[in-house]
């Protein structure tokens, strides 16, 4: 994927984030996205980084779903953040 495609997912993400909030989700869930400090306007980032923030943020998304709506399994949820955490590893690695 692109980086111009991964950041235009991670926009998505961050919709989808600001929906949820506006409903009633607990900022909680986002923490550990929030305290990244990468944001989809933030170009200038390397590919790594947002690919690392997007997994970081579907990891919470999908710890919403599974946690309060039960819509997709516990074991997807799980899965995303061993995904964000390998990434996290990749761009500790390029620094």
Same mark, same amino acid.
């Given at each position: 994927?692109?980086?111009?495609?991964? +950041?235009?997912?991670?926009?998505?993400?961050?919709?989808? =984030?600001? /929906?949820? +909030?506006? #409903?009633?989700?607990?900022?909680?869930? /986002?923490? !550990?996205? %929030?305290?990244?400090? +990468? @944001?989809?306007?933030? +170009?200038?980032?390397?590919? @790594?980084?947002?690919k690392y923030a =997007? /997994?970081?943020?579907?990891?919470?998304? &999908?710890?919403?779903?599974? !946690?309060?709506?039960e819509i997709i399994?516990? @074991?997807?949820? #799980?899965?995303?953040?061993?995904? %964000?955490?390998?990434?996290? &590893? !990749?761009?500790?690695?390029?620094?």
């Amino acid at each position: 994927m692109y980086k111009d495609e991964l +950041i235009y997912l991670h926009q998505l993400f961050i919709y989808l =984030m600001k /929906f949820m +909030i506006d #409903n009633g989700v607990s900022k909680s869930f /986002f923490e !550990e996205y %929030a305290n990244l400090g +990468i @944001s989809p306007h933030h +170009i200038h980032r390397t590919k @790594s980084e947002h690919k690392y923030a =997007m /997994f970081v943020l579907a990891h919470g998304i &999908s710890n919403v779903l599974a !946690e309060n709506n039960e819509i997709i399994p516990r @074991s997807v949820a #799980n899965r995303l953040g061993e995904l %964000a955490k390998r990434c996290k &590893s !990749e761009v500790m690695r390029r620094r």
